[in-house]
C-alpha cells in the first residue's frame, strides 16, 4: 500500500464548476500537510498548507482529518489556468512524500 | 530573491557516462533535497542534505548513485555509468530550516536526463 493514496483522475470538468480532490495518507506520524500543484513537465509548485481547522485560499478550501488520515482540496469557480496535476504532501521530519497527484482538466 | 537553480535543465547522456547534476538553493537556505520523477509517476525522494553532510538518502539507489552539497558552491547529484532506466526528471528542492506547517520545500525547475 502507497503510504499516499490520491484517485489519479483524470477529473475533466467544465469552467465554473466545483470540483473536490480526496487523499489518504498511513503513516499516523505524519506531521505537516500540503497540497502542491504541478504543471505538465514543470516543478511542482506550494498551492497552500493544510490544518486540522480548515483553510481557505480564495477558490480554494482545504481539510485534514487526523482521525480518518483524510485530506481534502476543494476547487470552487473552476478556471481554464487550473488545469494541472494537484499533488497531495505529508511530511515526517524533513521528508516530503508525495501522493501519484489528481489530473484536473478544466474545459470551456 | 531568485529560487532553486538548477543546471544543466536538460541532458542527454549514451550509456555507461556519468551525469552530473547541479542544483543551487534559495538564498538562506541550507537544506537541500533531491526527488526522482518517472515518466507518468509521481516524485520520489532520494536524499537529504545540509551543508557537508548527507542527513538521509534512504531513497537513493544503493549503485551509481551518490549526492554531495559542499561547504562552498551547489549540491551536485552524481550519477555513473548511466542506464535507460535513469531517464527522468530531478527536481531539488530547498528549505531554510525543518519542514512545518509554515515552512515546506521549494523546487527547482529541474533537470531533464535521457539515457540513449
Known amino acids: 500500500r502507497k503510504e499516499v493514496e490520491q484517485d489519479p483522475g483524470p477529473f475533466n470538468v467544465p469552467e465554473g464548476a466545483t470540483v473536490a480532490f480526496n487523499c489518504t495518507y498511513s503513516?499516523?506520524?505524519?506531521?505537516?500537510f500540503f497540497w502542491y500543484r504541478q504543471d505538465c513537465r514543470k516543478e511542482p509548485k506550494l498551492l497552500m498548507s493544510?490544518?486540522?481547522s480548515g483553510n481557505e485560499d480564495g477558490r480554494f478550501t482545504a481539510q485534514l482529518n487526523r482521525a480518518s488520515q483524510y485530506i481534502s482540496l476543494l476547487i470552487r469557480d473552476s478556471k481554464l489556468s487550473d488545469s494541472a496535476t494537484y499533488l497531495c504532501?505529508?511530511?515526517?521530519?524533513?521528508?516530503?512524500?508525495f501522493g501519484g497527484g489528481t489530473r484536473l482538466m478544466v474545459k470551456p | 530573491n531568485a529560487g532553486v537553480m538548477q543546471n544543466p535543465r536538460h541532458l542527454v547522456r549514451r550509456r555507461g557516462q556519468e551525469a552530473r547534476l547541479r542544483c543551487s538553493p534559495m538564498?538562506?537556505?541550507?537544506?537541500v533535497y533531491w526527488y526522482r520523477q518517472l515518466p507518468e509517476e509521481g516524485l520520489k525522494f532520494m536524499v537529504y542534505?545540509?551543508?557537508?553532510?548527507?542527513?538521509?538518502e534512504s531513497g537513493m539507489p544503493k549503485e551509481r548513485f551518490s549526492a554531495e552539497f559542499p561547504k562552498e558552491g551547489p549540491s551536485i547529484l552524481r550519477i555513473q555509468q548511466v542506464v535507460r532506466g535513469d531517464s527522468a526528471a530531478y527536481f531539488c528542492?530547498?528549505?531554510?530550516?525543518?519542514?512545518?506547517?509554515?515552512?515546506?520545500?521549494?523546487f527547482g525547475p529541474g533537470t531533464r536526463l535521457t539515457v540513449l
Open positions: 528542492a530547498s528549505s531554510p530550516g525543518a519542514v512545518s506547517s509554515t515552512d515546506t520545500q521549494y
Open positions: 503513516n499516523s506520524a505524519s506531521q505537516s
Open positions: 493544510v490544518y486540522s
Open positions: 504532501v505529508v511530511t515526517r521530519g524533513n521528508m516530503l512524500t
Open positions: 538564498k538562506g537556505h541550507s537544506h
Open positions: 542534505l545540509q551543508k557537508e553532510n548527507i542527513i538521509d
